[in-house]
């Protein structure tokens, strides 16, 4: 759905060319399905809702203004995002979730 990434501290960059900026790291841990793993959670520069791949949209329901990112182990890291202005504590409020191999 939105194609390869690169993904580190500062942004996230999609298959087509589009980039989400950080602007700050604002946790080291996020509550998945009830239990607190270790993550980082980004608060975005710029608030925003790509076009990416095929004419999908990152969220589809507003302008991302968190994401999150943990290992979730078998060489994997599930991406999440948000809208809103409260910063996220846990999956539970996120518009989507994306997953994938680290290489």
Request: aromatic residues 10%.
């Amino acid at each position: 759905m939105t194609g390869d990434i690169q993904f580190d501290d500062f942004s996230i960059t999609f298959a087509n060319g589009k980039t989400l900026e950080f602007a700050e790291l604002i946790a080291d841990h996020f509550i998945v399905g009830g239990k607190t793993v270790p993550a980082s959670v980004y608060s975005v520069s710029k608030p925003a809702d790509p076009v990416l791949e095929n004419g999908n949209r990152l969220c589809g329901s507003g302008k991302v203004s968190y994401v999150a990112a943990w290992n979730t182990g078998d060489d994997l890291t599930a991406l999440a995002v948000f809208t809103g202005d409260e910063a996220p504590a846990s999956d539970e409020e996120m518009c989507a979730s994306y997953t994938y191999e680290n290489r």
